[in-house]
């Protein structure tokens, strides 16, 4: 295991011996380790009861017998297929661990479902084998509207399809003790119960119930994933954090908070392609926990190489590297050459994503320290949900949802917004006509999520960077909302929000009631209702904001803007 920093600071290196230095005079990791909130805040609300994940690791070493027993089961029970039904920290960490190692021969494939597009909703339906198919439901407060949308609706197929009796065997829930997953788990006789710590927040539990029973039950060996991540807490509780050594996590958070503090502040991932599905677990501990009191870090994952003097002067760059993958080298030390930051560890295999996933949490802590905020609490994700709760209300009580005018229409498309231009393509170009140095641009779509799609939006991603030359970033609505929401509207507001949307060719019920065929809200309503809100919270937070409606062609709307 070689977790070393190398760190080219470029100019900053006075800057973080002084930081370090200030972190070693004032105790901050020994204070963490005491569970000292006063490291972040002098109230200790949101903190105290967060800081579960400092020992999760070591915890669940002692649950590996329980999580294993219940993956032989399911080994046993010949499914093909594992869905996981959860919205970001419930889902990024086993994604990222599927990703990166796969499922063993035997074992069920991993799909996460977290959309509330109903293409997708009704295309993962229509690809299942019901009597093949395990559900795992996940959520730590046990009531997030997507995660109970999908149970509700995908538990009503599988009872149609199997009968009500035989039902409860195909799922398994994740959550904290007394939430009404946990109750609704009982009554219905779910296969598995799992009851997470609660003192670990969403985004600090991939080392809990939440990342590794999902893990376990695909083939992962676990227990190599805990054993690196238990040998990283031990060394970064033992260690000096004062230079690049090991242990890093604190090290790390001291360069992230300081070179954040400096202007530093969009963190850009260049990862090994087997491990580059770490990029969207890391995107949201990172935006979620910094971007607050008009502050973050916002992590560019994904993004192509492009010129390294094309490259504003906020870039730092991170650089997870398997050993001996050079993938990524040549583009690295040319951004090296031209004075940027960088920052680079090695990993010795996969397996090292354990203790990779402790030392960012690690990081993360020191971060927040480092910029005087609470990196545990999340205050500015609420706008967005409580104004499409009022408009899934309105639609209840009226029927409809508040209707809107665009200020352009162009063969289809339509830009909403304050628009000066003819067509949807130059409505394009003169909303970024207002990027200012240090600004980043951010993609929302709310669109069914297809490789073609993908490739659409990283087009559009590059095209951008390349008119504005400044960071790009990528997401798909509503799960970009548990990953970066809470950086978009808490931040310094250095973001431009491209929102894209587009018609529905289906749609599907989302029953009221588990069980009971009654509905009356759909997921295309839910989705809209969600674009909706996020777009008045993002105004109303003072954020530049556009939306494009592609109308019945997403890919074909994407491809006219691509080319402007």
């Known amino acids: 295991m070689n977790h070393t920093i190398k760190f080219s600071p470029g100019s900053f290196q006075a800057e973080v011996d002084a930081a370090l230095a200030e972190m070693a005079g004032e105790r901050i990791v020994a204070r963490i380790w005491e569970k000292d909130y006063t490291v972040w805040k002098p109230s200790p609300v949101e903190i105290v ?87 795992v439901v996940s959520t730590k407060s046990g009531g997030t509207v997507e995660t109970f949308s999908f149970l509700k609706y995908f538990y009503n197929v599988m009872a149609q399809s199997l009968g009500a009796e035989r039902t409860g065997e195909h799922f398994i829930a994740i959550t904290d003790s007394g939430s009404a997953l946990a109750d609704l ?39 190599a994933v805990l054993d690196r991540a238990v040998a990283a807490q031990r060394q970064e509780q033992a260690g000096d954090a004062r230079n690049a050594g090991t242990p890093c996590g604190a090290y790390l958070g001291a360069v992230l908070g300081e070179m954040a503090r400096r202007g530093r502040n969009k963190v850009t991932f260049i990862l090994s392609p087997r ?37 504003g ?57 480092r ?5 545990f609490d999340q205050p500015d994700v609420e706008a967005a949900k409580v104004l499409a709760r009022k408009m899934i209300a309105r639609y209840r009580e009226e029927g409809s949802l508040p209707a809107e005018r665009p200020a352009l229409s162009d063969d289809g498309v339509a830009v909403y917004g304050e628009v000066q231009a003819a067509t949807a393509a130059e409505a394009l170009i003169r909303f970024l006509s207002h990027v200012r140095p240090g600004d980043y641009v951010a993609i929302h779509a709310y669109l069914c999520p297809s490789a073609e799609t993908d490739a659409a939006l990283g087009s559009l991603r590059r095209r951008i960077r390349e008119r504005s030359g400044v960071a790009t970033t990528v997401g798909y609505g509503p799960r ?25 060719p289906r749609d599907a019920p989302i029953p009221d009631e588990l069980g009971a065929p009654a509905s009356s809200v759909t997921f295309g309503v839910l989705k809209t209702a969600q674009a ?14 556009m939306r494009f409606h592609l109308g019945k062609d997403s890919v074909g709307g994407l491809r006219r803007l691509i080319n402007t």
């Not at 910029?371 to 990196?375: A, D, E, S, T």
């Not at 970009?480 to 973001?495: I, N, R």
Request: include cysteine.
């Open 185 to 223: 788990a009982v009554a219905h006789n779910f296969r598995e119960l799992f009851l997470n710590d609660p003192d670990i927040g969403g985004r600090y539990s991939a080392l809990s119930y939440f990342g590794l029973v999902p893990a376990a039950l695909t083939g992962v060996d676990i227990k």
């Open 532 to 545: 909706m809100g996020d777009r008045e919270a993002l105004m109303n937070a003072g954020r530049r904001v």
């Open 313 to 369: 002067d906020d870039r730092l760059f991170v650089s997870l590297r398997l050993k001996d993958d050079d993938t990524n080298d040549a583009g690295l030390n040319a951004i090296e050459q031209a004075g940027h930051p960088v920052v680079e560890m090695q990993l010795d295999d996969p397996y090292d994503l354990g203790a990779q996933c402790f030392l960012w949490e690690m990081a993360t802590a020191v971060a927040g320290w």
């Open 371 to 375: 910029l005087g905020i609470n990196p």
């Open 49 to 135: 009861n967060r800081l579960g994940w400092l020992k999760s690791a070591e915890d669940m070493t002692n649950k590996l017998a329980l999580i294993n027993a219940a993956a032989q089961k399911v080994h046993a029970g010949g499914y093909n297929r594992l869905i996981l039904l959860g919205m970001g920290g419930s889902s990024l960490a086993p994604e990222v661990f599927h990703k990166t190692f796969g499922a063993r021969r035997g074992y069920p494939v991993l799909m996460v479902h977290d959309s509330t597009d109903p293409g997708a909703v009704l295309a993962s339906a229509e690809a299942m084998d019901p009597g093949k198919t395990l559900f």
């Open 480 to 504: 970009f909302l548990h990953s970066t929401g809470q950086l978009h509207k808490g931040d310094g507001g250095q973001g431009l929000f491209i929102q894209l949307t587009a018609d529905d």
């Open 275 to 311: 491990i580059a599905g770490f990029g969207d677990w890391l995107e949201q501990l990172l935006a979620e926990s910094t971007g607050k009191e008009g502050k973050g870090i916002l992590p560019v994952t994904g993004e192509p190489f492009g010129d390294p003097h094309a490259y």
